[in-house]
């Protein structure tokens, strides 16, 4: 099976561009979690889709927006971008949702955004 | 609600030596427990999980965690260290929904 891919792997964009990154899950799975992470924060959450709908969602602004797609592929996207925003974005997947199971989380490689 | 604290955010150990990296967690409901490594420029990968039917778990790379309700602990431990672990660790807690929960990560650095 395929892992988690993401698209593209670098990024370089400057302060008030917006963005889009992708992420494909692993076939079967139906949630697709995001992340960034930072070296003074570590990973923290973005957001997860399930079905295409946002189950949960992380204390970022409203600059960041995702939205998944029939086939279980979503996007990220980030406008006005800051140099804060700087990061490494992982994408994770998962065969199930729900907090009754031990599920693990699959990971993408990342996105690594460079604003400058 | 659901966290996890590591403590230490760097350790390092001699090759051969003892890993020992720790996480506490917070949970108000029975947890779900991980750990995941990252090696630079690359995703997280799965060591291990706790699912609830023993409180050894045995990961992947000879690494393994107990489990210690009284303790809130789920400290992830390697007996002999290769130079081959050096990587960032994370220690995670499943919250309500499918939504993780990720320690501030430990690096390890290991010294031939």
């Known amino acids: 099976k395929a892992g988690v891919t993401q698209t593209p792997r670098y990024l370089i964009k400057t302060r008030g561009q917006q963005v889009t990154l992708s992420c494909s899950p692993i076939?079967?799975?139906?949630?697709v979690s995001w992340y960034q992470q930072t070296p003074g924060q570590g990973l923290q959450f973005l957001f997860e889709?399930?079905?295409?709908?946002?189950?949960n969602k992380g204390n970022f602004p409203g600059r960041f927006s995702g939205r998944q797609f029939s086939n279980s592929r979503s996007e990220m996207n980030v406008s006005t971008l800051e140099l804060g925003d700087s990061a490494l974005y992982l994408c994770a997947s998962s065969s199930a949702g729900g907090a009754l199971f031990n599920n693990e989380q699959f990971f993408g490689p990342g996105t690594r955004l460079t604003v400058l | 609600a659901q966290s996890v604290t590591q403590l230490g955010s760097h350790v390092s150990v001699s090759e051969g030596a003892l890993v020992l990296l720790r996480c506490n967690y917070s949970?108000?409901?029975?947890?779900?427990l991980f750990w995941y490594v990252q090696y630079p420029n690359q995703g997280l990968q799965l060591l291990l999980k706790y699912t609830s039917a023993a409180t050894l778990v045995k990961g992947i790379n000879g690494f393994e965690a107990e489990f210690k309700k009284s303790e809130t602990s789920f400290h992830l431990t390697k007996p002999s260290a290769h130079m081959s672990d050096a990587a960032e660790y994370f220690c995670?807690?499943?919250?309500?929904?499918?939504?993780?929960?990720f320690g501030t990560g430990t690096s390890l650095t290991v010294i031939p």
């Open positions: 889709y399930f079905s295409e709908t946002q189950r």
């Open positions: 076939s079967g799975h139906r949630s």
């Open positions: 949970s108000s409901v029975p947890p779900y």
């Open positions: 995670a807690v499943k919250g309500t929904g499918n939504q993780f929960y």
